[in-house]
């Protein structure tokens, strides 16, 4: 079981860290930006690839899928209900609880398609696969973290990790489709103008995300515990 955990990790870190940001970087530069869509469907097919990995000796449980789905949605209704309230929404922190309570690659899933889902509501764009990108890697990282770990339940290491993790991963990623598209030029100014510009909405997203993973990261990730052993689903969790 070892064994096979951390060949999934290093699948699911050349998947996430190297194959989905060339893509997008790639689709910036080459793609017109009307095919947008073609991005956000490559992160989500490059997204089952560790899936695919995790369960090649077993056959995915209906409970697995229903969980998914079920958190994918409450992250996209988090994020509707808060429309008039901008940067502060749930949706990354339920996307980090995903992660902590089964794992990397199921905060991956939850938190690229959420974003995905969400954007019809928001409206598609050329971001639409960076923030995918980003709140994906996200849950990755807390299920690194996390998953599995007696610290999985604290009240104080998970926000606190889980508003790190927004500010500088989510962040930069999604500042990151600015620099591609609006400079001609990189120039060292350029870049850091528009990096230090996104800065203060990062930060306030941040401080949301350790506000509600305060108010309900523990009780989430305890009923979520509970479900897993008593269906017994997630067994593979890296």
């Known amino acids: 079981m070892q064994r096979k955990n951390t060949r999934l990790t290093v699948v699911s870190a050349v998947v996430f860290l190297v194959l989905c940001p060339a893509a997008l970087v790639a689709s910036v530069r080459f793609l017109p930006s009307k095919y947008y869509y073609l991005s956000a469907v490559a992160v989500i097919l490059l997204s089952l690839i560790p899936f695919f990995t995790a369960f090649e000796r077993r056959r995915i449980k209906t409970g697995e899928i229903v969980i998914i789905s079920l958190l994918i949605a409450l992250s996209v209704m988090g994020r509707a209900v808060m429309t008039f309230v901008p940067q502060i929404k749930p949706t990354a922190a339920l996307v980090v609880v995903a992660g902590v309570a089964f794992g990397a690659n199921v905060g991956f899933a939850v938190g690229s398609v959420a974003m995905f889902i969400s954007n019809f509501i928001y409206g598609q764009g050329m971001f639409t696969p960076f923030q995918m990108l980003g709140l994906g890697l996200v849950g990755f990282a807390a299920g690194l973290l996390f998953c599995g770990r007696r610290s999985a339940n604290s009240r104080v290491a998970v926000p606190l ?78």
Request: charged fraction near 10%; proline fraction near 5%; aromatic fraction near 14%.
């Open 161 to 238: 990790a889980g508003a790190a993790l927004v500010f500088c991963i989510y962040g930069p990623i999604v500042d990151s489709c600015s620099v591609l598209t609006m400079l001609p030029v990189f120039t060292a100014g350029g870049v850091f103008g528009v990096y230090a510009a996104g800065a203060p909405f990062n930060l306030l997203y941040a401080a949301s995300t350790a506000l509600f993973l305060f108010l309900l990261g523990k009780p989430m990730n305890e009923k979520l515990e509970r479900l897993r052993v008593k269906y017994g689903i997630f067994e593979v969790t890296t």
